[in-house]
């Protein structure tokens, strides 16, 4: 499998999942960069399948109409999404890229339609919901505290301490890390309740 991260716009993180030896590519959340993520699929010979954005925030979906009109490619969103899409996904459906499978997992909170993608069961491309020592903010619209927890305590942390995580930007000390790790040390990921939860999303 190809795996590749790319920084764009300062902050944001764009991926390439491939099958090389099937010439087989997907793009999760082509940010300013889509030139740049261009440029790697051609250089890689890679025939795009899919464009996914993990939600609509249009830092993740700038992308998509350059990409999807230069090397084809179905846009894949969540199906609560306003994005425009050819294809609309909902939790546990899997994208297969070549021999490669893309698990969507719902994870709503930073907003109505925020999922993750868990690739081939060790990669977990997390959006705006979990970062390198953070998780998403709340209080945008569409953003929810209380879904916030549900989707990290109860789906995210569900999944083992190896799985690796990549964010959706570039706000940690590293640019990615493991559950493990932020399980041990990411401030918002320690025990609380519920309640506690939402009060502490809501301190300024």
């Known amino acids: 499998m190809f795996f590749k991260q790319i920084l764009a716009n300062g902050d944001n993180f764009s991926?390439?999942?491939a099958?090389?030896?099937l010439g087989v590519a997907a793009v999760v959340d082509p940010s300013f960069n889509a030139a740049e993520i261009g440029r790697e699929l051609e250089a890689k010979n890679l025939r795009l399948k899919y464009i996914v954005n993990?939600?609509?925030h249009p830092d993740?979906?700038?992308g998509n109409a350059e990409l999807n009109e230069k090397f084809g490619g179905r846009i894949v969103v969540h199906s609560k999404s306003e994005t425009r899409a050819d294809l609309r996904v909902d939790d546990g459906d899997v994208l297969e890229v070549g021999r490669v499978r893309m698990k969507v997992i719902y994870t709503p909170g930073h907003s109505v339609d925020s999922m993750?993608?868990?690739v081939d069961g060790k990669?977990?491309?997390?959006?705006?919901?979990?970062?390198?020592?953070e998780c998403g903010r709340t209080d945008m619209p569409g953003g929810s505290p209380r879904s916030m927890y549900d989707s990290l305590f109860n789906k995210i942390l569900k999944l083992e301490d190896t799985v690796e995580v990549y964010p959706g930007h570039d706000y940690g000390p590293k640019q990615?890390?493991?559950?493990?790790e932020e399980r041990r040390s990411n401030y918002t990921l320690q025990p609380r309740s519920v309640d506690e939860f939402i009060r502490f999303m809501s301190q300024p």
């Open 176 to 180: 990615f890390s493991t559950l493990g």
């Open 123 to 133: 990669r977990l491309l997390t959006g705006d919901t979990l970062f390198v020592g």
């Open 15 to 17: 991926y390439i999942v």
């Open 60 to 62: 993740h979906t700038e």
């Open 19 to 21: 099958d090389e030896n």
């Open 116 to 118: 993750c993608l868990l």
């Open 54 to 56: 993990t939600h609509g």
